[in-house]
């Protein structure tokens, strides 16, 4: 299984919210700021977990959020990932889910799991149409076959645009065409509009999935 690299430029551990010129929103100020050995660490004990997972199962998704900026989780954070959640499980009916397990609390940020006997594939398209949403574009889902994880290029879809313009996400990731505090703002008007809507409820407490269907 495959993974890109981490980007250490978005794991800045400066504690001040204004470093510079930068201007961290009052709704990312505070929270857990992992470093970049707790975000590695993490990532390969995710990886092994969802090996695990296709060992006995044909589809299995990973939800996380595109939290740019050093603060990983709070209550913000966690009312995001609720939604989220909510929103996958609108596209992936109780049939289309074998298993399910949310981690709200980890330090690195929220992750949730599902195993699907549904086509990678299939999933994977109804995956990048909730990605696609207003909401979606904070939405990190990935989707893996026993092959190793889906891309959009392999399904035909066009790859996924930044949050501030219409060029490719990696393209503007790799070149930093845009400052963090530009990235911070913008996901931080989403976040109010949404808690203007009643899309995402503060201080949410992100329900724990226990059942278990082997």
Known sequence: MTHAPVDKKDLCQNT????????????LQAGS???LAEVLARREVR?????????????????????????????????LFTRGIEDIRTRLQEGDRDWEESLPDL?????????????????????????????GRLYD?????QAGPLSREELGLPPRTCFLCDRPAPECARSRRHSLA????????????????????????PSLITSLKW
């Not at 001040?16 to 709704?27: A, K, Q, V, Y």
């Not at 090996?51 to 900026?69: A, D, M, R």
């Open 16 to 27: 001040n919210p204004h470093e510079g010129s930068l201007t961290i929103p009052p709704r």
């Open 141 to 145: 889902i990935d989707v893996f076959s």
């Open 182 to 205: 530009e990235l911070l703002s913008w996901v931080d008007q989403q976040m109010d509009e949404s808690l203007r809507r009643g899309s995402i409820l503060p201080c949410a407490n």
């Open 33 to 35: 700021r992992p470093s």
């Open 47 to 79: 990886v092994q977990f969802m090996q695990s997972l296709l060992e006995n199962h044909p589809t299995v998704v990973c939800f996380k959020l595109n939290i740019p900026g050093p603060v990983k989780n709070n209550d913000y954070i966690q009312a």
């Open 107 to 135: 330090p690195t940020g929220p992750e949730y799991f599902l195993t699907s006997p549904l086509p990678a594939a299939q999933v994977k398209r109804r995956m990048v149409e909730l990605e696609e949403k207003p909401l």
